[in-house]
């Protein structure tokens, strides 16, 4: 009687895919895994814009309210002073874009950016160069960045809105914004008395620390007071330097 010989059964497995359908099932997986973690990161995110917006504008109505309480407009407080470089380095709750204004964005634009000078030039004597506040406003407005182009034609805007603030333009082709309570006398002045306080002379730089604008600008506001006769310049060869003019007061004391 003839044995069949046993048949060796082969190990049932569960289906494999190989190939590129299995490439493109792991690349699915990894993106399905990478698109929950960014949903996950910017849920975050819009919820920390929402509380440092709620922040600003918290900031800004306790700012509106110190400052109608304050009983001098001319003298300020130390800490009113610090509580509006907190306020300016918060940045901007509502910052004005293309999309909410339409039409009017050039001209709403120009209204935000005088707000926002008014909050930072006090701290500079009432001027600051074009490309200092361009950096500054951006800061603030954090995402919602603006041109160049579009800063420039905002401060245009200004006088038509009769707004306190004007672009200005010196002789070396620096731009500047100016506050318009602040005259070119009271600049010369505040630079005359920096210039008082050492008889080292001062330099471009030294008024810039000291007074919290550009080098540039530092030295367009020795210049200027310069013109009006009240301090006189060395130039050698360690650069320029603006000492008081005392000759001047020698030929008023006669």
């Known amino acids: 009687m ?3 010989a046993p048949v060796a059964s082969m190990p049932q497995t569960g289906p494999r895919v190989g190939g590129i359908s299995g490439i493109m099932r792991s690349v699915e997986q990894t993106n399905k895994v990478r698109d929950s973690a960014l949903g996950e990161a910017f ?4 919820a920390l814009m929402e509380k440092a917006a709620e922040m600003v504008k918290l900031a800004e109505s306790i700012s509106s309210k110190l400052s109608q309480t304050s009983s001098s407009e001319n003298d300020e407080s130390v800490d009113m002073a610090a509580f509006r470089t907190y306020l300016v380095d918060l940045g901007i709750s509502s910052p004005v874009t293309r999309q909410t204004a339409g039409d009017m964005y050039t001209q709403e634009l120009s209204r ?6 008014e909050k930072v030039l006090d701290r500079t004597g009432g001027m600051m160069a074009l490309t200092d506040l361009y950096c500054l406003f951006n800061r603030a407005r954090g995402v919602a960045l603006i041109s160049p182009d579009d800063l420039q034609k905002a401060c245009a805007q ?3 809105l009769h707004l306190p603030f004007h672009l200005r333009k ?7 914004i100016q ?12 630079a005359h008395e920096k210039v008082m306080e050492t008889a080292q002379g001062v330099t471009a730089v030294a008024l810039a620390a000291k007074g919290k604008v550009s080098v540039v600008l530092a030295l367009e506001q020795l210049l200027m007071t310069e013109k009006r006769g009240l301090i006189c310049r060395d130039d050698t060869v360690e650069g320029l330097r603006f000492y008081d003019n005392l000759i001047a007061k020698c030929e008023v004391g006669r």
């Open 170 to 176: 010196f002789d070396s082709g620096l731009l500047v």
């Open 2 to 4: 003839a044995v069949e």
């Open 158 to 160: 200004f006088p038509h």
């Open 179 to 190: 506050s318009d309570k602040h005259s070119d006398e009271e600049t010369a002045r505040r």
């Open 43 to 46: 849920t975050d995110l819009n």
């Open 112 to 117: 935000q950016l005088a707000e926002f000078a």
